[in-house]
């Protein structure tokens, strides 16, 4: 097994205006999507690589409790301007780690928490995040030491 991770859903409460919060922020257009118990909008992807979408339905709460996604961009700086502007609300950074990349931590416009990451730390290298949860730092400016994983 390559891959342990096959697919992810971000629960939302309002899809107009998460799908918005998302395109906006990231540059990218998710598909609407149906499924019998929710509505989707997914997140381009090219197979085998895994991938997600935007999720509405009765079993479907947002909140800062569950895991946390982390969401390549070439703007993490971008990303988390655009994020603050639409209701969503920075945590911490963007935090450069060494030999890793550059990460910053929001939260979303439906409450969710979310990790983007730079595709690069400057010399091409792949940004590793299963490297990142040897950092650690304050989680959203002033509250409690973690561990980011």
Do not use: H
Not at 50 to 61: I, V
Not at 115 to 142: A, D
């Amino acid at each position: 097994m390559n891959n342990i991770m096959s697919w992810f859903e971000i629960p939302v409460r309002d899809m107009a205006r998460a799908t918005a919060f998302y395109e906006g922020m990231l540059g990218i257009t998710l598909r609407p999507e149906e499924k019998p118990d929710a509505g989707l909008a997914v997140f381009p992807y090219q197979e085998p690589a895994p991938g997600g979408a935007l999720t509405q339905g009765q079993d479907f709460t947002p909140g800062t409790d569950g895991p946390v996604i982390y969401l390549v961009t070439d703007d993490v700086e971008g990303a988390v301007a655009w994020a603050c502007r639409q209701g969503g609300r920075r945590c911490f950074g963007p935090l450069a780690l060494e030999g890793i990349g550059t990460i910053a931590r929001i939260i979303d416009s439906e409450g969710n928490r979310m990790i983007f990451c730079g595709n690069s730390v400057g010399s091409g290298r792949e940004v590793s995040p299963s490297l990142m949860w040897k950092q650690k730092i304050r989680c959203c400016n002033s509250g409690p030491w973690c561990y980011l994983f």
